[in-house]
């Protein structure tokens, strides 16, 4: 026990998952920029699975994920830069086995109640499309959620355009998929209580999610 935890001390330092945070903020300054809670964002390692969410004020549902050693795992360790460079932009990564999953607050990515992206997050979704650009042989799937404000047809039509906006976006960087698609969930399966602002900032949002293609079919 202690010589695999002493392991998973040494390769905490090779990862870096940011929770997401401050997704409230207005159109007008919905732009890239490091925040004090990013800087002391937790590094967490634990044998490919989630191990702990922050609780509590603007970290609510916060997610630290590790490395486990397989194919993603090293993908992202030998790409550590830019995935901290994700993080500072309040782009979750998140690793469970092999399986990766971004998440992106659609409050900073898109107009309010809209699928136009915000222009100030194109350089971010560049880098997203660059993390991604080196996993070839894995299904890409978009989704998009939305919080239970409004009519529910609504946000499900809003949830599946900002899902195909951001794959569009994605594929026209050149993002080397051998399937990619989008779909869009609406108000389900929200991650945090629609009963608070910050709880409906949360569940807006897009989670970009990869599994690896077993043969030459994409299941």
Known sequence: M??????CNVLASMLTIVLLAGCTSSWRYAQPQPSETVKSAALGVVGGTVIGAVAGGAAT??????????IIGHYLAKHQTLVQKLSVNHVQVMLVGDNLR??????????????VINENYYPVLNQVAALLYGL??????????????GWPERNLALSRQQAQTIA????NRGLNARVLYATGYGSQMPIA???????RAM?????ISLREITDDRAQ
Do not use: C, M
């Not at 202690?2 to 392991?7: A, E, G, R, S, T």
């Not at 569009?168 to 594929?171: E, K, Q, S, T, V």
């Not at 209580?193 to 709880?199: F, I, M, R, V």
């Open 168 to 171: 569009n976006y994605l594929w």
């Open 193 to 199: 209580s629609n009963d608070t602002q910050d709880g």
């Open 136 to 149: 070839d042989k894995y299904v890409v799937k978009v989704s998009g959620y939305t919080d239970n404000v």
């Open 203 to 207: 569940n807006r949002r897009i989670e």
């Open 61 to 70: 549902g916060a997610v630290i994920g590790g490395i486990s050693g397989g």
């Open 102 to 115: 971004l998440i992106l607050p659609a409050d900073r990515f898109f107009a309010p109640n809209s699928p």
């Open 2 to 7: 202690l010589k695999k935890l002493h392991w």
